[in-house]
């Protein structure tokens, strides 16, 4: 990224996103955008401004870290958001700061006679009982985010991509496993390879075969436009999709 874009975009990123890390905007780039936070630390002269910038991002560090951690999980006591060690029995455990009964697998309420995935099922038939029964209507293109601190419910179409990412807390997980989850896409990608054999994705009428993949498989390949071309020209779909983008600036 230019160096006159680079402080703009980061100051959006951290007045707007609600994701970390920050990461640079060039569509195959995932370095930090660390370089331009330690410039604004050094130029930071209030208080305020420390409150506005850096907390946030922190705030967003631990969330972000908690959401992609299997040992964790907040209290759901309202206002209390303390966290709680994962004990793998779900023994009830009281929490240190509001001194309420939890469940040690999931944070919520006691739920004894359920396990954590039933307990929210009856969680969410109390709350929305009619979304409830569309998910059930629904079941098999209806699940709940693998990440036990987001429990949001996520729909798919019945053709398409196995890789999945929750709009709500970002992670990135296999439909088919359900449990196999990440940061992010390339670690899903490389899981449906190795361990599924292909994306899910039906593009046989687009005539790519076996050619197609994914410009997020590319994350860690430094120039990796050359080398889709390459697989591109092979179905001799290159110069169809020049020229479909023929006056469109790229890069």
Known sequence: MSSSIGPIFTIFQIENSTTFPLRCAHQHCQFLAINDIRVFG??????????TFILPLLQRSLYSFVNNNDEFVWCKT?????LIKVNI???????????????GGCGEDVHEGKNCEEARHALLLKDDHLLLKWKEEISEMCRFCPNKNCN?????????CNHMECTNCKTHFCWICESFKS???????RHMLEIHGSYGVDYA???????????DYYEDVEQPLPIMNQRLSREG???????????MELF
């Open 152 to 160: 949001m419910l996520i729909e798919r179409t019945i053709e398409g």
């Open 78 to 82: 309202t206002g209390c958001h303390y």
């Open 42 to 51: 050094r130029k930071f002269t209030k208080i305020q401004d420390l409150k």
């Open 89 to 103: 029995n779900c023994q009830t455990i009281i929490c240190p700061k509001c001194r309420n009964e939890r469940c």
């Open 183 to 189: 940061d992010n896409s390339r670690d899903i990608y």
């Open 205 to 215: 009428h687009l005539n790519m075969g076996n050619y197609w993949v994914p410009f």
């Open 237 to 247: 779909l290159y110069g169809q999709l020049r020229s479909d983008y023929t006056g």
